[in-house]
């Protein structure tokens, strides 16, 4: 299976702990980004990386998120002190370096976090 | 401020039919256009997809249409069949640069489609 992978598919927080989610882009592609869908809603972009380079923030809340794509490894996506707000699907997504189809994006099967 | 508007949270259609999927957007600097499909409890998959430069573009059963003038696209599925149903993102962005694989999703159609 050659597509994105995302682990852990669902992850259960306290208030107050942290979460990570891992993402391994598709064979090929250097280029990830995280999406969050909250309840109810569409997905709304919150960061894109290549290896090493935060390329684009401008979604990602100013406080206790980050996002890194290690040389090697996957990429994470870091929630600190986590609260009920952020109970939600979070999807990774990978383009490949040089695309000529455009901004087509491939989507892994998502993280879905619940914090009690 | 949405950007990306779905204004029709849920369609049926009669297997066989054609689905309509509607997707009107608010920033004429837009000029890529994708839809997904999504199944509960799993990811978007991509679709189909329209650049600015064509008004129509088709793929199987799946047809998207642009009106830039109208600031508005459509994806037509026919025939529709029970495994179409599933909710429907339609999306949008800037092409190039670092807007590259930024997508502005609307809020989704729910198509259900009865046998």
């Known amino acids: 299976n050659a597509g994105v992978m995302q682990n852990p598919r669902h992850l259960v927080r306290r208030r107050g702990q942290e979460a990570r989610l891992r993402c391994s882009p598709m064979k090929g592609h250097s280029h990830v980004y995280w999406y969050r869908q909250l309840p109810e809603e569409g997905l709304k972009f919150m960061v894109y990386?290549?290896?090493?380079?935060?390329?684009?923030e401008s979604g990602m809340p100013k406080e206790r998120f980050s996002a890194e794509f290690p040389k090697e490894g996957p990429s994470i996506l870091r929630i600190q002190q986590v609260v009920r707000g952020d109970s939600a699907a979070y999807f990774c997504?990978?383009?490949?370096?040089?695309?000529?189809?455009?901004?087509?994006?491939?989507f892994g099967e998502g993280s879905w976090l619940t914090v009690v | 401020d949405q950007q990306v508007k779905q204004n029709s949270p849920s369609l049926s259609v009669q297997e066989g039919r054609i689905s309509i999927l509607n997707c009107d957007y608010t920033?004429?600097?837009?000029?890529?256009f994708l839809w997904y499909k999504k199944y509960p409890a799993e990811g978007p998959t991509f679709l189909i997809s329209?650049?600015?430069?064509?008004d129509k573009n088709e793929d199987g059963r799946f047809t998207v249409f642009l009106n830039k003038s109208a600031k508005h696209l459509s994806l037509h599925i026919v025939p529709s069949q029970p495994g179409d149903s599933a909710v429907y993102f339609c999306a949008v962005s800037n092409a190039g640069g670092t807007s590259y694989g930024k997508l502005t999703f609307g809020q989704g159609t729910i198509l259900t489609v009865h046998p």
């Open positions: 920033n004429s600097m837009f000029d890529y």
């Open positions: 997504a990978s383009s490949p370096r040089e695309d000529n189809s455009g901004n087509t994006i491939y």
């Open positions: 329209i650049s600015s430069i064509k």
């Open positions: 990386l290549q290896k090493e380079n935060i390329i684009d």
